[in-house]
């Protein structure tokens, strides 16, 4: 009964934290370390799950080396699903199990078993939280439930964070682009700083911006982020055979761009490494005049919020584009008016 007063009392104060603190960094921090304090274990890690790199980052830790938590280790898709089945992973021998990688790191760190949870958000395993002991032993259901139960805090700091990070770097987008309308007439230097800074704050490969020819048969490149020369340099995009639904005003979603039959190049995709592509078109009042494209070079599911955000940005740029127009044609009559003017003035 004591124990799990101990177990309940932890989860109690990290609970307590959520109310005084932003910090993700010292929310994580604070859950390794009562991991290890409360389990009385060597050490304890969280990972959380870089889905582009297929890796596994250590971002909060007590008790364990440097140059441990640097060891090669297996890609973070595998090491999901050795423990998805069950629910968590106990190993009793970390140094022989088959199911632990790298058997001589963990002798010389001085770890012999290891309790492995997943970090879930949002029904989505986004990492794992991890135990380690300095001598053998078998967890009890009891362990296994705590363990589970500073996973969730430690996802829900994380959802947490990512939703301020979110509504952060949103409003720098939107401030970002409305700025660089406001200061220059050239659409293409304005394009470019978009894609630029869409592929960063989404987290996708790279971002391409094409706008329609004046036959509307072919998608010219304005301006792209991320993608290769040999890749932009693989041929004319058509507008037809070019995820071409985007281009009757529709947000567009291309789960494997190396087999949907609505791609175009897909031979070149794959070798771009390019997997998930979000198309949404590009309007000028209510004509679409372009598209603008995400690719994942993992799979991906883009939300309907991002979805909602590229889209809005894609209106911008035709605003962008709107204006220089204007711009242009102002120009175009204000000569004219000099010219006429002129003319006027000969009368006299």
């Given at each position: 009964m004591t124990e799990r007063k101990d177990y309940f009392k932890t989860i109690c104060k990290v609970s307590s934290v959520f109310g005084t603190t932003l910090d993700r960094d010292e929310l994580l921090d604070l859950i390794v370390q009562n991991a290890v304090d409360t389990m009385e274990g060597k050490g304890a890690c969280l990972f959380l799950i870089d889905e582009e790199k297929d890796v596994s980052v250590p971002v909060a830790q007590k008790g364990l080396s440097q140059s441990y938590l640097h060891a090669g280790r297996k890609p973070s898709s595998e090491a999901v699903s050795n423990f998805l089945g069950g629910g968590y992973l106990s190993i009793r021998d970390a140094t022989s199990d088959p199911r632990a990688e790298n058997h001589e790191q963990k002798k010389a760190e001085g770890i012999a078993s290891i309790l492995v949870v997943p970090v879930m958000v949002k029904g989505k395993v986004t990492g794992t939280l991890a135990l380690y002991t300095a001598s053998p032993r078998d967890f009890s259901e009891d362990e296994v439930d705590f363990l589970s139960a500073l996973a969730e805090q430690g996802g829900m700091a994380i959802e947490h964070a990512r939703l301020i990070e979110k509504?952060?770097?949103?409003?720098?987008?939107?401030?970002?682009?409305?700025?660089?309308?406001?200061?220059?007439?050239?659409?293409?230097?304005?394009?470019?700083?978009?894609?630029?800074?869409?592929?960063?704050?989404?987290?996708?490969?790279?971002?391409?911006?094409?706008?329609?020819?004046?036959?509307?048969?072919?998608?010219?490149?304005?301006?792209?982020?991320?993608?290769?020369?040999?890749?932009?340099?693989?041929?004319?995009?058509?507008?037809?055979?070019?995820?071409?639904?985007?281009?009757?005003?529709?947000?567009?979603?291309?789960?494997?761009?190396?087999?949907?039959?609505?791609?175009?190049?897909?031979?070149?995709?794959?070798?771009?490494?390019?997997?998930?592509?979000?198309?949404?078109?590009?309007?000028?009042?209510?004509?679409?005049?372009?598209?603008?494209?995400?690719?994942?070079?993992?799979?991906?599911?883009?939300?309907?919020?991002?979805?909602?955000?590229?889209?809005?940005?894609?209106?911008?740029?035709?605003?962008?584009?709107?204006?220089?127009?204007?711009?242009?044609?102002?120009?175009?009559?204000?000569?004219?008016?000099?010219?006429?003017?002129?003319?006027?003035?000969?009368?006299?």
């Open positions: 509504i952060r770097e949103d409003t720098k987008l939107f401030h970002s682009l409305a700025t660089s309308i406001n200061s220059t007439l050239d659409v293409k230097e304005i394009f470019h700083s978009l894609s630029e800074d869409m592929a960063s704050a989404l987290g996708v490969k790279a971002a391409s911006i094409r706008l329609l020819d004046k036959d509307r048969k072919t998608l010219e490149l304005m301006a792209s982020y991320g993608l290769s020369e040999k890749y932009l340099a693989k041929g004319s995009v058509s507008a037809e055979k070019s995820i071409a639904e985007a281009l009757k005003g529709k947000s567009v979603v291309v789960k494997h761009a190396s087999t949907d039959k609505g791609v175009q190049y897909k031979k070149e995709k794959k070798e771009e490494g390019i997997d998930s592509i979000l198309c949404v078109p590009i309007k000028v009042k209510e004509e679409v005049i372009g598209v603008l494209r995400l690719y994942s070079g993992v799979p991906r599911e883009f939300t309907e919020d991002e979805i909602m955000l590229v889209s809005a940005l894609a209106c911008m740029g035709g605003l962008a584009i709107q204006n220089a127009s204007m711009y242009l044609m102002l120009q175009d009559d204000i000569k004219n008016m000099k010219e006429d003017l002129w003319v006027h003035k000969s009368w006299f």
